[in-house]
């Protein structure tokens, strides 16, 4: 017999979220929203606006329930349909809070403590940051396996959590002498995108908390804000390189030859095949058309859906029933894994 643990034998499904923590930017939508798209057409799908994450630092009461709606908006102007996959906010689905405790208990300090991103957001402040911001990633474990999510559609900054997720879920079935119980779930993260850097600083992440608006593109930012911004994005004093080998020494360069792949569908070496020998006058008012092209729609039908909040909050309710229909009977298992009291 092998001494190998049982594998997972339910369905494939897949699971992702994003925060209501501000403003969607360029390497959101091409980092996840428009995975989530193309994953739909064939995937059972559950994409979650990830309130009680959003949280874990503060958000104006006043302002919270519409960045939701927001946000929202943003997954049905990307092509996200409510046919094809569940969207919902988190904090109407209990089950994520109750599976996150039980894997607060299996989850290590240690495995915690190596977590990279509350370095980078905690800074020297970490004595000062809420609990929430340290446990964040046992509360993605639990989004995630609340569902039995075996795929999950994120950004090369999600990599270090997802790897926290799959040692909760295989503790657990070890623990708990349930081999099987929970999928290892695998992160969604190769091809154009995953990585979108700032504009102003080619080696950090473009990220909705930048100090500086010039470094992002905002799926909500005019035709005009977008060319502006592209116009004055860092580069160097060089040319277009021909090879992407050339690309390596020059992060800005690398940043906007790969959000124009990420944009026209094309690989990296295609873009340079076109521009190489040329300056970034010639590139970079090229990549505005592109962007503005490709966003513009977005931000056109993200205002119209947001004219009817209606209809959005008619969406969330629904979705909401959904995924609790999917999670709570997870959850009620988990109980009786963990062999509580039943009454
Ligand atoms: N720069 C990026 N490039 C590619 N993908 C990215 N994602 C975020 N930034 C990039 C992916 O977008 C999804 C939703 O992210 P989120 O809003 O839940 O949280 P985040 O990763 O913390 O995004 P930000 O913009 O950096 O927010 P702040 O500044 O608030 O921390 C995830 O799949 C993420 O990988």
């Known amino acids: 017999m092998s001494d190998a643990p049982q594998a997972y034998a339910g369905p494939e499904r897949v699971f992702s979220g994003v925060q209501p923590s501000g403003s969607l930017h360029l390497g959101n939508y091409l980092g996840a929203l428009k995975k989530f798209v193309d994953l739909q057409e064939d995937h059972d799908c559950v994409y979650c606006i990830v309130d009680l994450h959003a949280v874990t630092v503060w958000q104006d009461p006043a302002d919270l329930a519409q960045q939701t709606r927001h946000i929202a908006a943003a997954f049905l102007a990307s092509g996200v349909d409510p046919e094809k996959a569940i969207i919902y906010p988190q904090s109407r689905v209990a089950a994520h809070t109750e599976l996150a405790w039980y894997f607060n208990c299996v989850a290590r300090i240690g495995w915690l403590n190596r977590m990279t991103q509350f370095k980078d957001k905690a800074g020297k402040n970490s004595e000062k940051m809420s609990v929430g911001l340290y446990d964040y990633p046992v509360l993605q474990a ?15 900054d999600q990599k270090q959590h997802l790897e926290l997720s799959r040692d909760i879920a295989a503790k657990f079935n070890n623990d708990f002498k349930a081999p099987g119980f929970f999928p290892l779930p695998e992160p969604l993260i190769k091809g154009p995108g995953a990585r979108i850097m700032s504009l102003r600083d080619g080696t950090k992440k473009m990220s909705k908390s930048d100090p500086s608006d010039n470094s992002r593109i905002n799926l909500t930012d005019s035709a005009d804000v977008i060319a502006k911004k592209i116009r004055k994005a860092k580069t160097d004093a060089g040319v277009m390189p021909e090879s992407k080998d050339e690309l390596k020494d020059r992060p800005e360069v690398d940043n906007l030859v790969g959000i124009y792949a990420a944009l026209s569908g094309q690989s990296a070496e295609e873009v340079l095949a076109e521009y190489s020998g040329q300056g970034f006058g010639v590139f970079k008012p090229a990549l505005a058309d592109l962007a503005v ?10 205002n119209r859906y947001l004219s009817d909040l209606d209809e959005i909050d008619r969406i969330l309710s629904a979705g909401a029933d959904a995924a609790a229909n999917i999670a709570n009977p997870i959850v009620a298992d988990v109980r009786d894994v963990m062999g509580f009291w039943k009454g």
């Open 293 to 302: 092209a490709k966003l513009q729609p977005i931000t056109e039908l993200m």
């Open 142 to 156: 639990a989004d995630i396996l609340a569902f039995k999510a075996t795929h999950v559609p994120v950004g090369e």
